[in-house]
């Protein structure tokens, strides 16, 4: 009898061991249909797939509290076979290269200004395209790395990998040669971002357009483009495009920035049509085709059918819109449900209906598609996760500035959303055009730079909405945006002492309605 309970000790030993092995093993996948197992301690806290800042910050955040973390990342090359290196959409065909490129853009109008003010600038100025490619994909480059020297420093492990669930606490990671690793975590966080839509029902879209992924790396200069939507992305690539030196047309269905507010966007356009930029309106693209000298050849119609027209440029853009990353994820192993767009929809906060598993960043339904909204996101729940915290990101008043040759900066409502819920009757809206001191000397147009505050009518006049159109709207905007969150009111704004002489001052003189119907035009100091 003894015997026998020392023998069921010992067997009970082996199996409490062999399930221990089993929870707590990496299974690798060297060899097709050979699974290996390596103990260790793979069972992680936090689980983060998608490398860009959401994913990062997130990650970063949780190792600071002493937890097991691992961030997944691989990026899929584009049709055209573009790839990059760790940081997301931002860092690497998105914000920082388009913000550099903008800036380009703006110095070669400053150029030509210069002459203005005394400086004898040469009039046959060119632009090196490859050296600007070259000069800002360095620049791309040592954030990619910075990147995983921060992650390196806070022991956070990274894989080149694609993720997606096994189960809802198993992630597998294959890499790029084919070799596959389980992780068990106790919390998985879903970042994957976006990428640029494709017309594939458009004939030779997918083969000879580019997007937004393959021109901030692109090596020959775009020459003759057109641009293929309507949207923040477009209307950014056309402007620089076009002050870069390079004919640009934008090609347009419906409406530019669906979203934001529409007397906004429509200076936005007025003013890039006064740019020379060829606005193509209510059309929409039939078929692509390869042309002599490799150019290509766009058949378009209008979006009533009737009218058919072709043309040839140097390069043709999609900037459509862009799909969230979710369906590689293997989210029908797990009780995660996503809306029909193709993003996660959560219950709580980034919280899915599976408890553990939460989104953040662009992939996110009803959430906003900015990075610094992703970082903070990534952030905040980290923090809830790891620590007492029960603080939640607030998606509204976020601000955002459209980095379009005229830069458009927005925080809170737009006129059309704040009429819609408060009635015309209900809101009053501060307007004035106004004319930047540095455009007066060049006798630079300011047809176009405009600003307006949207405010309930009652009381101190709360601000619901703040738009500003002009130079540099993006640096005035942060400072405002403080405000508006803070629940600022218009008799406040009126009170602010205004630095002059600056375009920001002009924001806290606003003092003419749309309502009066009186001229905004601002005059004098």
């Known amino acids: 009898m003894r015997n026998c309970a020392l023998l069921s000790k010992v067997c009970s030993r082996i199996s409490f061991n062999y399930n221990h092995v089993l929870q707590t093993a990496t299974f690798k996948l060297n060899q097709p249909g050979v699974l290996q197992y390596s103990t260790g301690p793979e069972v992680y806290d936090l689980v983060v797939i998608g490398g860009g800042s959401g994913g990062l910050a997130c990650a970063k955040e949780a190792a600071g509290f002493g937890k097991r973390v691992a961030v997944l990342d691989y990026v899929t090359p584009s049709p055209k076979g573009t790839t990059w290196g760790m940081g997301g959409t931002c860092v690497n065909v998105g914000c920082i290269p388009k913000k550099l490129m903008h800036e380009a853009s703006l110095l070669g109008h400053a150029l030509k200004d210069s002459t203005h003010y005394g400086w004898n600038t040469p009039e046959n100025i060119t632009h090196d395209w490859s050296k600007m490619v070259e000069n800002v994909q360095n620049h791309v480059r040592s954030l990619n790395w910075g990147h995983r020297v921060q992650l390196k420093d806070k022991n956070v492990e990274y894989l080149n990998a694609k993720g997606s669930f096994v189960d809802e606490n198993t992630v597998k990671a294959v890499s790029q040669n084919g070799k596959e690793t389980l992780l068990r975590a106790k919390n998985v966080v879903l970042a994957t971002g976006g990428r640029p839509r494709y017309l594939n029902e458009v004939p030779g879209s997918n083969e000879l357009c580019i997007s937004s992924d393959d021109i901030f790396s692109l090596q020959n200069p775009p020459g003759k483009t057109l641009v293929i939507g309507g949207s923040y992305v477009a209307l950014e690539c056309a402007g620089f495009l076009q002050g870069l030196g390079y004919p640009t047309s934008v090609m347009v269905r419906s409406i530019c920035l669906r979203g934001f507010d529409q007397q906004m966007a429509n200076l936005i356009t007025d003013h890039m049509e006064s740019m020379d930029v060829n606005f193509i309106r209510s059309s929409t693209p039939q078929r692509v085709e390869q042309h ?42 797990t009780g995660v449900k996503l809306h029909t767009n193709g993003k996660v929809l959560a219950v709580d906060g980034e919280q899915t209906d599976v408890p553990h598993i939460y989104a953040i960043g662009d992939i996110l339904e009803g959430g906003v598609e900015l990075t610094p909204v992703a970082i903070k996101a990534g952030k905040i729940l980290a923090t809830r996760l790891f620590s007492n915290s029960r603080e939640y990101l607030d998606y509204k008043m976020v601000a955002t500035t459209v980095f379009s040759p005229l830069e458009y900066a927005a925080v809170g409502m737009t006129e059309d959303d704040a009429i819609s819920k408060y009635g015309e009757e209900n809101i009053e809206v501060y307007h004035a055009f106004y004319k930047p001191l540095q455009y007066t000397v060049s006798q630079t147009p300011a ?15 709360p601000i619901i909405g703040l738009h500003i159109l002009g130079p540099h709207a993006g640096e005035m905007m942060q400072g405002f945006s403080v405000a508006v969150q803070c629940g600022v009111t ?36």
């Open 292 to 333: 002599e000298n490799g150019q290509r050849l766009v058949t378009w119609s209008s979006t009533d059918g009737e009218t058919h027209r072709q043309d040839v440029f140097d390069t043709v853009l999609l900037a459509v819109g862009r799909d969230p990353k979710t369906k590689s994820l293997g989210l029908e192993n």
């Open 447 to 461: 047809d176009q730079c405009y600003m307006k505050v949207i405010c309930c009518r009652d009381g101190d006049q």
């Open 490 to 525: 218009y008799k406040q704004l009126s009170s602010t002492v205004g630095i002059h002489p600056t375009c920001a001052e002009e924001v806290v003189k606003i003092h003419i309605t749309k309502r009066s119907g009186d001229d905004p035009m601002v005059t004098g100091c």
